[in-house]
């Protein structure tokens, strides 16, 4: 298991520094100077040449990088082109935002995909299952807008259950995290009804109904623990996903997290704050996966022995 | 595979082609429904200047965020414009972007998954690093980043989603071609003295066509959906031309007084979205005997 996990997290590094590649590479290929991005249109030539120097422009390519890469790992991520803050502050005002909704999301698609899926697979091909299977359809047949704004529009306005601006309070997630989790939820349900049943058709199920397991004991013992696999690489792909920021959710709820940031970073272009986002997304999104696959391990012992 | 799943990674998608059918009667039904649903829609996009009541742009300024009126089956919007026009004319915008979009992922996604998958080695490692790359982010972010680098327009929501969806077709006719050019009739007509590009274009190329027909059906689905989704936060169609996501984008402020001027959009882009959806899996069923059950 040690091994495992050393060589998993090593593998992980030439990942990081990839993703660290292509947004360095974006970041220079958006339009303009920035020096005179800072500095604004009337600087003065010199003043212009003194910070490019100073910012390290005028050096080769290849440096500039390991330049970028030092800097990453001090926490470094530049300096904003609208305000002048450092964008690494920026990320701490915003980022905690977006992992609040981002946790609240994956609890309720766990909480109700995991159950729906179950029920489903325990009552196959009878009128639960159809209806689960239904609403789990449905469920990811709406894009998020539509979601959010019925949402909105039945409980925040319609029953006055929640205020429609967003001031920081838990309770006002509730509405953004349903929006953003039915349809992870609804992707969880059909598959843990569709690896649950594959279980279901697997010898050990036969065997412990032989010898005498009850239906549920089955189901929930023999069954539910060997279609974890599955499952779990949607729960943490979708967690992964998340942790990016939910632009569509963010922007309709008004929530302050780097989802709805990113949007407004790209309509006044501010370069370096939407390179940090992205590497941020991407940085989260390669973690969560590598987690996943040291749980498939813990979960799974033939995952160890196979690689 | 299926449109939902856009966003979720290769690996979850794979798990879910292979698990996931829905019981075939409702699946035969759904196709058709589908089949009826787009073809109705493309025809009511490619006759929009002559099915549309009114010209897009045209505003009233007397005739602002009206339910229904006469004249204006579906109401008018916040400039008094006719909801229906708008409609239908953004069929065309969500339609032509996908169209080209699905068109330069299977232009790149063909050439460069039969040069991988058939020559394999230097090639094959180079082209597939560069997609695994790609794969590491989230689609929709990198979609993002993109736009948000060549600025806010239709043309450069073109060109990010093409950028962000050609690795998955390039994967998708790779993984074909390995398990191809190991049959027989490859074989033979190598034995025959077929070159490489005639074995590629007459014997790889057309065994592929079932597999990609269904990829492009499906990512169709999966590129209208991206495309109202980033025209929804400003970065796609610009007003005032119409889009499906460029409606929604400019509806958002009459939620609370006025929500069918984003239900309707919205509500286009989920059915069109669904219908490709299950359209690309009917085909699936169709092109594949073995998955008929």
């Known amino acids: 298991m040690g091994r495992f996990l050393i060589r998993r997290l090593l593998l992980a590094i030439p990942t990081l520094v990839l993703l660290a590649a292509v947004t360095f590479t974006v970041g220079r290929l958006a339009p303009g100077d920035p020096a005179t991005h800072i500095l604004g249109e009337r600087a003065t030539p010199e003043s212009i040449a003194r910070l490019r120097a100073e910012m390290g422009l005028d050096r080769p390519m290849g440096e500039q990088f390991l330049r970028y890469l030092a800097g990453l790992c001090r926490g470094d991520l530049g300096v904003s082109y609208y305000d002048g803050r450092p964008v690494l502050a920026i990320l701490r005002e915003t980022y905690p935002e977006t992992l609040r909704l981002a946790g609240l999301a994956v609890l309720v698609s766990v909480l109700v995909g995991v159950p729906l899926g179950l029920l489903a697979a325990a009552y196959q091909d009878r009128w639960v299952d159809r209806a689960a299977m239904a609403v789990a359809v449905v469920g990811m047949s709406l894009p998020s807008f539509l979601l959010a704004t019925l949402l909105l529009r039945w409980f925040a306005q319609g029953l006055g259950w929640v205020p429609v601006a967003y001031s920081g309070r838990p309770e006002e997630l509730i509405l953004p995290a349903l929006a953003l989790g039915l349809r992870p939820a609804a992707l969880i349900a059909r598959l843990t009804r569709a690896s649950v049943l594959e279980a279901l058709r697997q010898e050990y199920t036969r065997t412990a109904l032989a010898k005498g397991a009850s239906r549920a004991r089955a189901l929930l013992r023999h069954a539910f623990p060997n279609a974890l696999v599955p499952v779990l690489t949607v729960i943490g792909v979708s967690t992964g996903y998340l942790l990016g920021g939910s632009f569509v959710i963010e922007k309709i709820f008004v929530i302050p997290g780097i989802g709805g940031l990113s949007v407004d970073c790209i309509i006044r272009r501010d370069y370096p704050v939407i390179q940090a986002v992205t590497l941020l997304g991407a940085t989260a999104f390669v973690l969560v996966n590598l987690g996943v696959d040291l749980l498939y391990a813990v979960v799974d012992p033939r995952v160890r022995t196979a690689s | ?293």
């Open chain 2, 1 to 293: 595979m299926p449109w939902w799943t856009h966003g979720f990674g290769p690996r979850v998608k794979g798990a879910i082609a292979a698990l996931d059918r829905l019981p075939a009667p409702l699946r035969r039904g759904a196709t058709l429904a589908a089949a009826g649903v787009l073809l109705a829609m493309l025809l009511a996009a490619v006759l929009a200047p002559w099915l549309a009541p009114h010209p897009y742009q045209a505003q009233n300024l007397d005739a602002r965020l009206l339910a229904t009126a006469p004249g204006h089956p579906l109401g008018t919007d916040h400039l008094g414009r006719d909801v229906l026009s708008r409609l239908l004319y953004g069929a065309r915008a969500s339609f032509s972007v996908a169209a080209v979009v699905i068109g330069i992922e299977l232009l790149f996604g063909l050439a460069l998954g039969l040069l991988a998958g058939y020559f394999g080695r230097a090639v094959d490692a180079v082209i597939m690093r560069v997609a695994d790359a790609m794969f590491a982010f989230p689609d929709i972010l990198l979609a993002i980043l993109i736009t948000g680098i060549l600025g806010p327009s239709l043309i450069n929501v073109v060109i990010a989603l093409a950028l962000v969806g050609w690795p998955g077709m390039v994967r998708l006719v790779r993984g074909q071609v390995l398990v191809l050019k190991e049959r027989e009739f490859v074989e033979a007509a190598r034995a025959l003295g077929g070159s490489h590009g005639r074995i590629l274009l007459r014997h790889v190329l057309p065994n592929l066509a079932g597999p990609v027909l269904v990829a492009a059906t499906v990512g169709t689905g999966s590129v209208i959906l991206a495309e109202a989704t980033l025209s929804f936060l400003g970065l796609g169609m610009q007003p005032p031309e119409p889009s499906w996501g460029s409606m929604i984008h400019e509806a958002r402020h009459y939620l609370r007084h006025h929500p069918t001027l984003i239900l309707w959009p919205s509500l286009m882009v989920a059915v069109a979205v669904t219908a490709f959806n299950f359209l690309g899996d009917g085909l699936r069923d169709w092109l594949d005997p073995r998955m008929r059950r």
